[in-house]
């Protein structure tokens, strides 16, 4: 696909994260970089050029020839770079104060400070990729689990941009019919093998996008993770619960009913699904005003919560309030927990877990960990439900911002459909195609308007 026009300044950044490191980056790209580090740089072994993509031992120095530190510089000709300009890098012992210096130094002999995400701006601006590898680019930075860095991944190495270009290729060829009717408009403007296009309109791009909009929903789980809430009387073992599922006393415990006061909430990875684990207070019958807030907010994090894990106290038999809030659960995603198992015994915890004929159930001893596993397991199998038949390899995940175009594209085909299923003249037809082109032409970044692009990069850190 087409570049947009090459810009000509040069940019420069600290590509490196702030703090200090072994060794820190200074990334120049554009036309003044071989300049650049002709200017600062002297190598310990003398040359009149640099080859490309060859790293060199030198010296950088500011302007009154002072020395900042030593370095390794690569000069990487265009196009074969990150960005298709000429690119270099510095990369010096990684101290802030003396990356700031060399870059100080660097923006005095001609570059300019790069904007946030400019650099895989640039790379997508010549062409080198398009938007969805720009878009996994930030993906692949902001990840919090290893099924987002996956899903990046494979989005970096142009899983979703294949996925659209073969949809567009198809409409193009649909498109190469239709103007064969216009082109002739004195021959009745007829559509030829009108049921050849309707067949191709429905396996090659209706479905296709029916399919990637469903898989949108799964990558949302995968990206940003779902909120499963604990729930349950006082003094059952909420956070205890919590405690050992993350590995560590987060929460206080005491044998005191009501010992959490306000909601806790920790992230841990399922599997490689982020899940946002959110202890509450134990709802009951109160006159404490603090605790009265704390159960109010309790009932919110309820009512967002993707998942349920209601526990309950199996050692003894279960008490109205347990009844109660059990209710209050009706309709949501849920699993039933039953924990004290250690003082329980199994009779009495089946006589409890008999209370819950349709729910799925899970028996553990939150004190000790165990049966934890199982629980994590379980609640993996709920959030996978979720996704209705959710393939743990999924390797291709629009985003929202593709989703919301993947509809409209949709719609637009729907639209098409409808034209040349009723004989509609091929003029009128083309534009439906058109449309379903053009927005398919703004997730890959052909005709995306200006201020998402801008508002994509700006996402992005200063650097990258
Ligand atoms: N025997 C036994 N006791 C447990 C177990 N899990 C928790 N407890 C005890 O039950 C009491 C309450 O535990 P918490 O984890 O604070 O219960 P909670 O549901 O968070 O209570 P609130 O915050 O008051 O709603 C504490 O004394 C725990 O030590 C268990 O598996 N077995
Ligand atoms: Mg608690």
Same mark, same amino acid.
């Given at each position: 696909? *087409?570049?947009?026009?090459?810009?000509?300044?040069?940019?420069?950044?600290? *590509?490196?994260?702030?703090?200090?490191?072994?060794?820190?980056?200074?990334?120049?790209?554009?036309?003044?970089? *071989?300049?650049?580090?002709?200017?600062?740089?002297?190598?310990?072994?003398?040359?009149?050029?640099?080859?490309?993509?060859?790293?060199?031992?030198?010296?950088?120095?500011?302007?009154?020839?002072?020395?900042?530190?030593?370095?390794?510089?690569?000069?990487?000709?265009?196009?074969?770079?990150?960005?298709?300009?000429?690119?270099?890098?510095?990369?010096?012992?990684?101290?802030?104060?003396?990356?700031?210096?060399?870059?100080?130094?660097?923006?005095?002999?001609?570059?300019?400070?790069?904007?946030?995400?400019?650099?895989?701006?640039?790379?997508?601006?010549?062409?080198?990729?398009?938007?969805?590898?720009?878009?996994?680019?930030?993906?692949?930075?902001?990840?919090?689990?290893?099924?987002?860095?996956?899903?990046?991944?494979?989005?970096?190495?142009?899983?979703?941009?294949?996925?659209?270009?073969?949809?567009?290729?198809?409409?193009?060829?649909?498109?190469?019919?239709?103007?064969?009717?216009?082109?002739?408009?004195?021959?009745?403007?007829?559509?030829?093998?009108?049921?050849?296009?309707?067949?191709?309109?429905?396996?090659?791009?209706?479905?296709? %996008?029916?399919?990637?909009?469903?898989?949108?929903?799964?990558?949302?789980?995968?990206?940003?993770?779902?909120?499963?809430?604990?729930?349950?009387?006082?003094?059952?073992?909420?956070?205890?619960?919590?405690?050992?599922?993350?590995?560590?006393?987060?929460? %206080?415990?005491?044998?005191?009913?009501?010992?959490?006061?306000?909601?806790?909430?920790?992230?841990?990875?399922?599997?490689?699904?982020?899940?946002?684990?959110?202890?509450?207070?134990?709802?009951? *019958?109160?006159?404490?005003?603090?605790?009265?807030?704390?159960?109010?907010?309790?009932?919110?994090?309820?009512?967002?919560?993707?998942?349920? %894990?209601?526990?309950?106290?199996?050692?003894?038999?279960?008490?109205?309030?347990?009844?109660?809030?059990?209710?209050?659960?009706?309709?949501?995603?849920?699993?039933?927990?039953?924990?004290?198992?250690?003082?329980?015994?199994?009779?009495?915890?089946?006589?409890?877990?008999?209370?819950?004929?349709?729910?799925?159930?899970?028996?553990?001893?939150?004190?000790?960990?165990?049966?934890?596993?199982?629980?994590?397991?379980?609640?993996?199998?709920?959030?996978?439900?979720?996704?209705?038949?959710?393939?743990?390899?999924?390797?291709?995940?629009?985003?929202?911002?593709?989703?919301?175009?993947?509809?409209?594209?949709?719609?637009?085909?729907?639209?098409?459909?409808?034209?040349?299923?009723?004989?509609?003249?091929?003029?009128?037809?083309?534009?439906?195609?058109?449309?379903?082109?053009?927005?398919?032409?703004?997730?890959?970044?052909?005709?995306?308007?200006?201020?998402?692009?801008?508002? %994509?990069?700006?996402?992005?850190?200063?650097?990258?």
């Amino acid at each position: 696909m *087409a570049a947009r026009p090459a810009i000509s300044d040069t940019i420069a950044a600290i *590509a490196t994260a702030p703090g200090t490191g072994g060794i820190g980056i200074i990334r120049i790209s554009g036309p003044e970089s *071989a300049a650049i580090l002709h200017r600062l740089f002297t190598p310990y072994r003398p040359h009149s050029s640099f080859q490309s993509h060859k790293l060199y031992y030198g010296t950088i120095a500011d302007r009154s020839g002072v020395v900042l530190d030593e370095v390794l510089a690569v000069f990487m000709q265009a196009p074969h770079t990150y960005t298709r300009e000429d690119v270099v890098e510095l990369h010096s012992h990684g101290s802030y104060l003396v990356l700031q210096a060399i870059l100080a130094e660097v923006l005095t002999a001609g570059a300019r400070v790069a904007d946030s995400g400019e650099f895989t701006k640039r790379a997508f601006l010549s062409g080198r990729i398009d938007l969805t590898r720009a878009e996994a680019v930030i993906e692949l930075l902001q990840a919090r689990t290893s099924g987002g860095v996956r899903l990046a991944a494979h989005q970096l190495q142009g899983a979703l941009y294949e996925e659209i270009v073969s949809i567009r290729d198809a409409l193009v060829d649909i498109l190469a019919v239709v103007e064969v009717a216009i082109d002739f408009p004195d021959d009745d403007v007829e559509i030829l093998e009108v049921d050849h296009l309707l067949s191709t309109l429905r396996e090659q791009v209706e479905h296709p %996008l029916v399919r990637l909009i469903e898989l949108a929903d799964q990558g949302k789980v995968i990206r940003e993770g779902v909120k499963v809430v604990i729930a349950g009387r006082p003094n059952v073992g909420k956070s205890s619960l919590l405690n050992g599922l993350l590995h560590e006393e987060r929460a %206080l415990v005491t044998e005191i009913p009501g010992t959490t006061r306000d909601t806790i909430e920790e992230l841990i990875s399922v599997r490689g699904i982020p899940v946002h684990l959110v202890d509450t207070a134990g709802i009951r *019958a109160h006159d404490d005003f603090v605790e009265e807030l704390g159960i109010e907010r309790a009932r919110r994090k309820l009512q967002e919560a993707d998942l349920v %894990l209601f526990v309950v106290d199996a050692s003894v038999s279960l008490t109205e309030l347990d009844r109660e809030l059990y209710q209050f659960l009706e309709d949501k995603k849920r699993i039933v927990v039953l924990n004290k198992l250690d003082i329980a015994g199994d009779d009495q915890a089946d006589r409890v877990g008999r209370e819950f004929p349709s729910d799925v159930q899970v028996r553990i001893v939150a004190r000790e960990g165990m049966g934890l596993d199982d629980l994590l397991d379980t609640i993996y199998q709920a959030i996978m439900d979720e996704g209705d038949g959710m393939n743990e390899q999924v390797s291709c995940a629009p985003n929202l911002r593709h989703k919301m175009i993947l509809e409209k594209t949709l719609s637009a085909c729907r639209q098409l459909r409808e034209s040349l299923h009723l004989g509609a003249p091929a003029d009128l037809v083309a534009v439906d195609l058109q449309a379903a082109l053009d927005y398919l032409g703004d997730i890959v970044g052909l005709t995306t308007p200006d201020d998402v692009l801008d508002a %994509l990069f700006s996402r992005f850190c200063i650097g990258k």
